[in-house]
């Protein structure tokens, strides 16, 4: 009988921490199928299928930008507490001009802990910001420009030290900025909204959000966009 290659198998998926494909299409509980199989809990959110924003059937998390997100308790995410440690990031986004600022993933605390992604709408800029309260500043941070709203884009962050590299549909771009360790946090993870889960709403859509505890490489980065490029019609 011919062999079963199982999801955490996978060489792109080896220490993978969190995995959401956004395929409910009902209820509020958001399935996480990396292999912590974290408690992801969506809250207010729809979800939708096909056109008119995606040419596939493929599932997609949808965020009205007022009140619809998803979290993860401190306790069930500290796995994600990422201090001196690598990271990756990557997911398909497709956000809306509403707030200026919105949340696509974090744990974090302002100027005190954690880390946050977000895009910032009127400079089109995808931002990593990590926060410190042991550290003079507070708060440093590094972008990337072109993340224009109103269609789909791959992102990918690979973190390691103090220059993460940035990719947009599998292809590296331009970083400004550094960034010191973030310090400990032990804080919900918030996907769609702030820490505090009452502004910075996220608005769009969002499917195949994926977090790891190591740096991925230029050409997994390439990987995924060549994999699933073809559900986006890109």
Request: proline share 4%; net charge negative; charged share 20%.
């Amino acid at each position: 009988m011919p062999v079963v290659m199982g999801h955490d198998k996978l060489r792109l998926n080896h220490q993978l921490l969190l995995s959401l494909p956004f395929r409910e299409m009902t209820g509020q509980r958001v399935k996480d199928r990396s292999i912590p199989h974290h408690t992801i809990v969506g809250h207010n959110m729809a979800w939708a299928s096909g056109m008119p924003v995606i040419p596939s059937q493929l599932g997609l998390g949808v965020f009205n930008g007022a009140n619809a997100y998803c979290d993860g308790a401190a306790i069930d995410t500290a796995d994600l507490d990422f201090t001196t440690g690598d990271y990756s990031i990557a997911g398909w986004i497709f956000y809306q001009a509403t707030a200026m600022s919105q949340i696509v993933i974090g744990r974090y605390g302002v100027d005190l802990d954690g880390w946050e992604l977000y895009l910032h709408d009127p400079n089109e800029t995808l931002n990593l910001r990590h926060h410190h309260s042991s550290l003079p500043a507070t708060r440093t941070g590094c972008y990337s420009s072109g993340w224009a709203t109103g269609q789909w884009h791959l992102f990918g962050i690979s973190r390691s030290g103090s220059y993460p590299r940035h990719f947009r549909n599998g292809a590296e771009v331009e970083v400004v900025g550094v960034l010191s360790d973030p310090d400990a946090c032990n804080r919900d993870l918030v996907i769609g909204t702030r820490f505090t889960k009452d502004a910075n709403w996220y608005s769009g859509y969002m499917t195949l959000l994926r977090v790891w505890d190591r740096m991925l490489e230029d050409w997994e980065h390439r990987q995924i966009f060549e994999m699933e490029r073809h559900w986006f019609g890109i």
